[in-house]
């Protein structure tokens, strides 16, 4: 038997940790719950599924608390995923069954798999998938490092094998867009206190640039993406990551296309294998209105996407292709728009959908132009690459802009009805109706308005507003 130890360190994770207790019961017989201060129910619930609950001040240091949690352990092997990240109960005896296969070979120190970083606030869209380190033998020589973005060092006497297996994922929904503004600022006030107490440290200037692109500091991320280039560190999984986030930068920046095709071609240099690249730098081309070179990067990232998904586990590097891949079919599909040729526009914008299809202004494209075909047609092909009605919401929200009224009134009635009349009214050509309606609903605030001035003469600015809804619809009547 192989004893599996699952440690976490928490602060205020009520709302996270019962799904990752769930998780990690699965798989582990030893579970550790580090607190560093919560003030909800986390403790309460940790010790209500049997954890070990142990306390840990907080010092503004990610590795001494995971540490900590470590020293604790009594495992064989412990896994350590985060409290917002969970393997599903179909991976989790892949999991086991890797570990025990790896267990007597005592050069494996540890297993990297893809952790899918999911936004719920895009429905469990995907942001982006890198390789993480979060199963690995319990040994002294075995340690965090790092304030923030923590990673895993090995000190052993012998040369010891981080085992890549795509066999199962991590699934992450800590960088959710509704959250992800709050933990950068949390992380980029802590690196910078540590850079300033410590000096520049080995992988600051990486964390550095990815806290100040996701603040939308380009040129912040610019100036450390460089830096971390430079540096020639090579974090496993995130290899690549320095080259995408200056080139986004660039992009983003609007700097001369010789500056961001230098960047490509030194990325490609450094990493051949990833399309990541020659997406970005299609962008910058289209951008730049070189439409014939941004076609030429589209279709090699495509290309490159499609060898590292036919061999991924010869190819370790992770990239950013659940996001880029659709991104390309579809700027693909807008310069064959712009060809005039829209038959080849709608294919690449049907399969942009099917790799992102929860990518919105995808959905909108491809919504104008299926324009005049049955609605009983359209329907099948979004239920072809939908769920009904759970996706209904989001697919009335993508297509409403459309002149799909037949399907939109049907996306409606599966969404539980939540347009207003209004809208149901003009979808369905009742335009008598919406007009009548309309005008009740100008009259009902004209009524408040004046109610408003006769209790209260100092909202006169607020009554006037309200009541001249009424004569502006009469107007547009």
């Not at 052993?156 to 890549?164: D, M, V």
């Not at 081309?285 to 499609?306: M, N, P, S, V």
């Not at 996306?411 to 309309?438: C, I, K, T």
Request: proline fraction near 4%.
């Amino acid at each position: 038997m192989v004893k599996i130890s699952a440690c976490v360190i928490v602060k205020n994770e009520e709302k996270n940790l019962p799904r990752w207790l769930e998780s990690v019961k699965r798989l582990a017989e030893e579970i550790i719950v580090v607190d560093t201060g919560s003030s909800d129910a986390t403790v309460s619930i940790a010790e209500a599924a049997g954890a070990k609950v142990f306390h840990f001040p907080w010092i503004d240091d990610f590795a001494a608390a995971k540490n900590f949690a470590l020293e604790q352990a009594s495992g064989d092997w412990v896994i350590f995923p985060d409290a917002d990240e969970t393997f599903t109960a179909e991976d989790a005896p892949k999991v086991r069954e890797w570990i025990r296969r790896v267990h007597g070979d005592r050069r494996v120190i540890g297993l990297l798999c893809r952790c899918v970083n999911l936004d719920m606030s895009r429905g469990g869209a995907v942001r982006n998938v890198i390789l993480q380190a979060r199963i690995f033998r319990r040994c002294p020589d075995l340690r965090y490092r790092g304030a923030v973005h923590e990673v895993l060092e090995y000190q052993g006497p012998e040369a010891g094998e981080l085992r890549s297996v795509t066999d199962f994922c991590l699934y992450h929904t800590g960088y959710s867009g509704d959250v992800l503004p709050e933990k950068l600022r949390r992380d980029l006030a802590i690196l910078l206190r540590q850079r300033e107490k410590n000096g520049p440290q080995q992988g600051d200037a990486f964390y550095l640039a990815d806290c100040y692109y996701g603040l939308g500091d380009f040129e912040k991320t610019v100036e450390y993406a460089r830096e971390a280039i430079a540096s020639n560190l090579c974090l496993v999984g995130r290899e690549s990551r320095p080259y995408a986030l200056l080139i986004q930068s660039l992009v983003s920046l609007g700097r001369p296309l010789a500056e961001i095709r230098a960047a490509v071609a030194d990325a490609e240099e450094a990493y051949p294998t990833v399309g990541d690249f020659a997406v970005l730098g299609g962008l910058g081309a289209q951008q730049a209105g070189d439409y014939r070179l941004a076609e030429t990067y589209f279709r090699r990232g495509i290309d490159k996407y499609a060898q590292a998904e036919e061999a991924p586990a010869r190819i370790l590097t992770a990239d950013d292709r659940e996001n880029l891949w659709g991104r390309a079919l579809a700027q693909l599909g807008s310069l064959a728009r712009q060809r005039g040729n829209d038959a080849e526009a709608l294919d690449y914008f049907v399969a942009a959908l099917r790799r992102a299809p929860y990518q919105g202004e995808i959905l909108t494209a491809v919504g104008r132009l299926l324009v005049g075909l049955p609605a009983v047609d359209i329907v099948a092909f979004l239920r072809s690459v939908y769920s009904l009605p759970q996706d209904a919401a989001f697919l009335l929200s993508c297509l409403l802009p459309t002149s799909l009224p037949e399907v939109c009134l049907y996306l409606d009635r599966q969404a539980g009805e939540r347009l207003p009349a209004f809208d149901r009214y003009r979808l369905a050509g009742r335009s008598m109706a919406a007009a009548a309606l309309a005008a009740e609903t100008a009259a009902a605030f004209a009524r408040l308005g004046r109610w408003l001035y006769a209790r209260d003469p100092s909202l006169a600015n607020l009554a006037m507003l309200l009541s001249r809804t009424e004569e502006k619809t009469a107007l547009s009547l």
